[in-house]
């Protein structure tokens, strides 16, 4: 029997998938049929949708009201460290979901998937990609990369980076110290978390660039002011962020 190659690579394709995605969706346990499922259903994708509520001009949190966006009253009283930062979506539902199996399960594919909605809602907001000479993303202790095989927030600038041909400065802003996440501090600690814990590698990279930093989620936002602050005092002119979500 002969095979012609493209068949053979096909086939090869289909293999590699089975091996690498699951047949059926990680949420909802349908099976996954349509060529482009991968992991998630398309049926749970719907569910992921921009939110229509208002929020700071500024930090960029969501207000309970709807109506214009306007400065929340932490920002009238004191500018965080960076211009601008956007969430394109509430830390909850299928919206978390998603991000917890992308962060904890290996599903490097959903970030990407993450990050190309987080460019639909957020591509209108003319003022954040404005002058943008170079994507950050937040970067993670190295032993805690190794742990989790790769850094979220890079797979999200990655994909960023091919649709809005802006460069990602790997390597640019390093976590030098492990602690512990986030996740399982309450808001004070976050703040006392991240102090001390970035620190820029090269800064002829940063000088007088203007930056948009990247990451999973906001929550106090004590990450994002700490990076932009670091990145600031090494010479950044303007530091701007999106995070897929905000808690
Ligand atoms: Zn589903
Ligand atoms: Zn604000």
Not at 24 to 46: D, K, N, Y
Not at 90 to 116: N, T
Not at 145 to 168: H, P, S, Y
């Amino acid at each position: 029997m002969i095979f012609s190659l493209p068949k053979i690579l096909s086939t090869s394709g289909k293999l590699a998938e089975l091996i690498f995605f699951p047949s059926f969706c990680q949420l909802c346990s349908v099976l996954l049929e349509l060529p482009q499922e991968r992991v998630i259903c398309h049926g749970c994708w719907e569910h992921v949708r921009a939110q229509r509520r208002s929020y700071c001009l500024c930090c960029g949190r969501f207000f309970q009201s709807m109506g214009e966006p306007h400065f929340c009253s932490d920002c009238l009283e004191t500018r965080p460290p960076f211009s601008l930062h956007r969430s394109a979506s509430k830390y909850e539902g299928k919206v978390k979901d998603i991000i917890l199996l992308f962060k904890y399960h290996h599903y490097k594919v959903l970030g990407k998937e993450l990050a190309r909605f987080a460019y639909q809602v957020l591509k209108e907001e003319e003022e954040l990609w404005r002058k943008v000479d170079a994507l950050i993303p937040v970067p993670l202790h190295p032993r805690k990369r190794r742990k989790r095989g790769f850094n979220q927030a890079l797979v999200i600038a990655e994909e960023l980076e091919k649709i809005k041909g802006i460069q990602v400065a790997q390597g640019t802003l390093l976590k030098i110290k492990n602690v512990p996440a986030q996740t399982s501090l309450d808001a004070e600690d976050r703040e006392k978390n991240v102090i001390g814990v970035f620190r820029v590698a090269q800064d002829d990279q940063i000088k007088g660039k203007r930056l948009l930093l990247i990451d999973d989620v906001y929550t106090t936002g004590a990450t994002v002011r700490e990076c932009s602050r670091v990145l600031k005092k090494a010479g950044a002119k303007e530091v701007k962020a999106i995070t897929l979500a905000q808690a």
